[in-house]
């Protein structure tokens, strides 16, 4: 099956600083999402981003399908950043079953 | 819009009892999808289901673990005879096209 590699494994932050988040998967992708899943165990839905380029605030994600990877920036980070955030995709095999595979997740620690 | 409606949140079972998982999913969504957060392991995809319909269950184990999402009313996962090792947060997400996920917060099971 396909795989999904997440880098680095943590990080830790000033509040203020940028970041930059790695997803690389082995094979074709029809769906990719990113999730920030917060301290309180909450999941949240950042992005869906199978190709391209988007942004929401202070967030923005990036997939270049073909090099099979997707970026994550978070700029000016907060202390409300803080969490896991998980990349997930779904193979190309035909059709479209949102069969999510996860990534074993960045976890971001901002400091104030 | 109310989002994705999980409970119980929490949840305490004896070895042997019998957990039920209820799950309603945001206005206007069709899709329902339930996936396992064991302890210190990423989301594992469960099963993906339709209005009375089980589409995929190829990641729910084969014994002691069914679901259904009725006509009327919401998605439920039942977990008959549980054991320790069903202790894990499981999460419903719903899709309004079988593509971008919107996830519920979690019910997370304990099994003593």
């Known amino acids: 099956g396909i795989q999904v590699e997440q880098s680095p494994p943590d990080l830790i932050l000033q509040e203020g600083a940028n970041s930059t988040l790695r997803c690389n998967f082995s094979?074709?992708?029809?769906?990719l999402q990113w999730f920030h899943q917060n301290p309180w165990g909450q999941l949240i839905n950042l992005f869906y981003?199978?190709?391209g380029t988007k942004q929401n605030g202070r967030l923005s994600a990036t997939t270049v399908a073909t090099e099979r990877y997707s970026l994550l920036y978070i700029s000016s980070s907060q202390t409300t950043d803080s969490g896991v955030y998980f990349c997930?995709?779904?193979?190309?095999?035909?059709?479209?079953?949102?069969?999510?595979?996860f990534g074993t997740g960045t976890l971001l620690a901002v400091q104030p | 819009n109310a989002g994705v409606m999980q409970n119980p949140r929490h949840l305490v079972r004896r070895r042997g009892q019998e957990a039920r998982l209820r799950c309603s999913p945001m206005?206007?969504?069709?899709?329902v999808y339930w996936y396992r957060q064991l302890p210190e392991e990423g989301l594992k995809f469960m099963v993906y289901?339709?209005?009375?319909?089980?589409?995929?269950e190829s990641g729910m184990p084969k014994e002691r673990f069914s679901a259904e999402f009725p006509k009327e009313g919401p998605s439920i996962l039942r977990i008959q005879q549980v054991v320790r090792g069903d202790s894990a947060a499981y999460f419903c997400?719903?899709?309004?096209?079988?593509?971008?996920?919107?996830f519920g917060e979690g019910s997370r099971l304990t099994v003593l």
């Open positions: 997400a719903s899709s309004p096209t079988g593509r971008e996920l919107f």
């Open positions: 094979d074709s992708v029809n769906n």
């Open positions: 981003i199978p190709s």
């Open positions: 997930a995709v779904e193979g190309n095999y035909g059709g479209a079953t949102n069969k999510l595979i």
């Open positions: 206005k206007g969504h069709s899709h």
């Open positions: 289901l339709q209005k009375e319909n089980i589409i995929d």
